[in-house]
């Protein structure tokens, strides 16, 4: 079954600090799609990224990158110099077509909380 | 360009009382989709339309949740008979009829509380 695990619960730093956020998942499709999302206080999901299984680059944009190793099955997610406002719960997901005909569907992990310390 | 609107933002309801929810997703996407989110989880799907078919449901969806989208336009989700287990943020989502360009674009929720 695709599954989604972001071990991290809730991560602390001091703004400034690198903070790298995991996520690992399981599909069985050669075909995927992977995304990260934040969810502020506010809680209005933002998207971020998308990756698709076939490009395994890296992807850096501003402070942000992004880390996909399919050997790993795993889609890290790297702030860098962390600021106040990057606090927010963070949501890595899988998307799983649900049939021949193109539809789909998201499974999202568990989340990350992730509070920048001034 | 306007995102994805929802209505109510907060609804708070009896235990056994009917409530509706409605989303207005962005107006060129023609997918649209609903989720359930609790405390500390991540968003859990519902249902999904392509314009006005209802494509797909979760196993999560009783049959006292019924949704629909009229036209292929705003939807609704409608959970009959309340109950205190119902309680969490329902998310609303569109996207592009792509297979590759299948990001969504999440509204800001409904919070229902049921007491």
């Known amino acids: 079954a695709q599954k989604v695990t972001q071990a991290q619960t809730e991560i602390s730093v001091v703004e400034k600090e690198d903070v790298t956020l995991d996520c690992v998942y399981e599909?069985?499709?050669?075909?995927?799609?992977l995304f990260w999302y934040k969810q502020p206080p506010s809680g209005e999901l933002v998207f971020l990224i998308r990756?698709?299984?076939?490009?395994?680059q890296n992807e850096i944009s501003g402070r942000y990158s992004w880390n996909f190793q399919k050997s790993t099955s795993s889609f890290n997610f790297t702030i860098t110099a962390s600021q106040v406002v990057d606090s927010a719960v963070y949501f890595c997901?899988?998307?799983?077509?649900?049939?021949?005909?193109?539809?789909?569907?998201?499974?999202f992990g568990t989340g990350t909380r992730l509070k920048v310390l001034a | 360009d306007t995102g994805v609107s929802q209505d109510p933002r907060h609804k708070i309801t009896k235990r056994g009382q009917n409530v509706t929810f409605r989303c207005d997703p962005i107006?060129?996407?023609?997918?649209l989709y609903w989720y359930r989110q609790t405390l500390g989880q991540g968003p859990e799907f519902l249902t999904y339309?392509?314009?006005?078919?209802?494509?797909?449901k979760s196993r999560l969806l009783s049959d006292r949740f019924s949704a629909e989208r009229p036209k292929g336009s705003f939807s609704t989700l409608e959970i009959q008979r309340t109950e205190q287990g119902d309680s969490a943020m329902y998310l609303c989502?569109?996207?592009?009829?792509?297979?590759?360009?299948?990001?969504?674009?999440f509204g800001p929720g409904t919070r229902l509380t049921v007491t």
């Open positions: 339309f392509q314009n006005e078919a209802q494509l797909e």
């Open positions: 599909t069985r499709d050669t075909t995927y799609y």
């Open positions: 989502a569109s996207s592009r009829g792509t297979a590759t360009l299948r990001e969504q674009y």
């Open positions: 107006s060129e996407h023609n997918r």
């Open positions: 990756r698709n299984s076939f490009d395994e």
């Open positions: 997901a899988l998307s799983e077509d649900l049939s021949s005909s193109g539809t789909y569907k998201y499974i």
